[in-house]
């Protein structure tokens, strides 16, 4: 099973509103009952979804299942640039109410992994009341991180800007000079999967001042609009050997929720790597039971 998926045979696109084209790969049947539309980490993009889709392709439930590239990242244009934190959210909002128009009987279950997991909150939060979705999931939520990984990202940007500042030299707003401080040993400790992860060419490596500020927003609006996605079913699991999130604050954060549902799996932060097919599991149980 390929870890990392980075070809683009098969990728499909979608074109917002303003013409930026967002790119996804899919997973199991097209006219599946279910799918599970999942949003990925910062640094990564939606190939990091492959050993989850596939095996949730494998299983013999009528799942689809979709994994999106962010503004900025993945195959999308301008890598490493996010201009506006509104405007990534208004991406897949978009997308997901193209998905629910084009097939107006499926049940959209909106995921998202690590970052992706505020990016979901926020546009689960926008589209609150609307029938667009049927519940949210959580994979290793990063609702709030260990304090040396907050460190380390402070100390990288301020480091950055310092440098900039010194030289007196004129940055263009689009161009990525602010590196990511993730090492692959804080995803996972698997061998052949901290090689993956280093020859991966499409993950990001530096970003810009936008897609912090970005970040940060998004991260800000998640807190505040987790109380506003409405009666959907959540459904999170936590690594228990995750390195970067801090799980007991982020589950102690979900449990305001009234229909919350918590797990955990003895894996890595990149629990898709390492236990894909039981998180495959997990995802299927909840969304069968996850009401009409």
């Not at 939060?125 to 907050?150: D, H, I, K, W």
């Not at 263009?172 to 060419?201: G, H, N, S, V």
């Not at 800000?220 to 109380?227: D, T």
């Amino acid at each position: 099973m390929m870890i990392i998926e980075s070809a683009t045979d098969g990728v499909q696109t979608f074109a917002q509103p303003d013409g930026y084209r967002t790119h996804y790969r899919s997973w199991g049947s097209e006219t599946a009952s279910d799918l599970v539309v999942m949003l990925h980490g910062g640094m990564s993009h939606s190939g990091w979804q492959a050993p989850l889709g596939t095996r949730i392709a494998e299983r013999p439930d009528d799942i689809g299942f979709l994994a999106v590239d962010l503004r900025g990242s993945g195959l999308n244009a301008t890598r490493g640039h996010i201009p506006d934190g509104d405007l990534a959210v208004s991406d897949i909002v978009e997308l997901l109410r193209s998905l629910k128009a084009a097939r107006p009987g499926v049940r959209i279950h909106l995921a998202g992994w690590c970052f992706g997991a505020q990016m979901a909150t926020v546009a689960a939060a926008r589209l609150a009341g609307r029938s667009t979705l049927a519940s949210l999931l959580m994979v290793c939520p990063g609702f709030f991180f260990n304090q040396r990984y907050e460190d380390v990202l402070d100390r990288s940007v301020d480091a950055a800007i310092e440098v900039v500042e010194l030289l007196s030299v004129s940055v263009a707003p689009e161009r990525p000079f602010i590196r990511i401080p993730l090492r692959p040993t804080d995803f996972t400790d698997r061998p052949e999967m901290l090689a993956a992860i280093d020859a991966d060419q499409l993950k990001l490596s530096h970003v810009t001042v936008g897609t912090i500020d970005s970040w940060g927003e998004i991260a800000e609006r998640s807190e505040k609009e987790y109380a506003q996605i409405g009666s959907l079913p959540v459904w999170a699991v936590f690594g228990e050997r995750d390195r970067l999130v801090d799980n007991n604050r982020v589950a102690e954060f979900l449990r305001s929720h009234p229909d919350l549902e918590v797990h955990q799996i003895d894996a890595g932060h990149a629990i898709q790597f390492e236990q894909s097919a039981a998180l495959a599991g997990l995802i299927v149980d909840f969304v069968r039971k996850a009401p009409s």
